[in-house]
């Protein structure tokens, strides 16, 4: 079964300073891997994906991903985290088989001024 | 082009009663997902239809929680009775053809509150 573990249920950063959101997976085949944001009181808005193209994903909002398969992650990271980046970021895995997400934990990020 | 739309935002009950959700997904999308979300918690899959067929329910609480999609357009999730656990926001999420890239287009949820 495919699984996705994200480190960190809370990471706080101060605007302006590097973001890494840290997504590890567990597939026995080359995974579809999705980053999602939640912000308060709304549905999940997907930020970017990665399907087998190329290893380093650019997303809405200047996050980017990198797919590294020797580690088995796909962190999200930032340059410069804004306030307005504060919400719930979910990694996922796709289930090709089954035509459906596995979400991780979540990881709350905050970002003081 | 108009988004997943989720009705009640929100709802409070007490154990033991009922309470229903309602989801429109985008149109044209043959998949559709009900997923519950706890507190501090990931999404769970609770169910999955393609078109007017249950693909995979197997997270679903058979006992308490039924869902269907009649037309293969909209559809109801239902839950009864209601228990304190059953708390959380049911995300209502749907998706293109089968075997396509995994992308899913969630709504904005339906928070329950179990008092």
């Known amino acids: 079964a495919q699984s996705v573990t994200q480190l960190g249920s809370h990471v706080s950063v101060s605007e302006g300073a590097l973001v890494l959101l840290r997504c590890n997976y567990s597939s026995s085949v080359p995974p579809y891997l999705f980053w999602y944001v939640q912000y308060p009181n709304q549905g999940l808005q997907l930020l970017l994906k990665?399907?087998?193209?190329?290893?380093l994903v650019k997303g809405i909002n200047g996050f980017e991903a990198e797919f590294k398969k020797s580690e088995t992650s796909f962190h999200l990271t930032k340059p410069s985290a804004h306030m307005s980046d504060a919400a719930e970021y979910f990694c996922?895995?796709?289930?090709?088989?089954?035509?459906?997400?596995?979400f991780g934990g979540g990881t709350r990020l905050m970002v003081k001024p | 082009e108009a988004g997943v739309a989720q009705s009640p935002r929100y709802k409070i009950i007490e154990k033991r009663q009922s309470v229903a959700f309602w989801c429109n997904p985008i149109?044209?999308?043959?998949?559709l997902y009900w997923y519950q979300q706890i507190l501090g918690q990931g999404p769970k899959l609770l169910i999955q239809?393609?078109?007017?067929?249950?693909?995979?329910d197997s997270q679903l609480p058979k006992d308490r929680f039924s869902a269907e999609r009649l037309k293969g357009v909209d559809s109801t999730l239902k839950i009864q009775p209601a228990k304190l656990e059953d708390s959380a926001v049911y995300l209502c999420?749907?998706?293109?053809?089968?075997?396509?890239?995994?992308?899913?287009?969630f709504g904005e949820g339906s928070r329950l509150t179990v008092l």
């Open positions: 990665y399907t087998s193209a190329a290893t």
């Open positions: 239809f393609q078109n007017n067929g249950v693909v995979d």
């Open positions: 996922a895995v796709y289930n090709n088989a089954g035509n459906m997400l596995t």
């Open positions: 999420a749907s998706s293109a053809l089968a075997g396509g890239s995994g992308e899913l287009f």
């Open positions: 149109s044209g999308h043959a998949t």
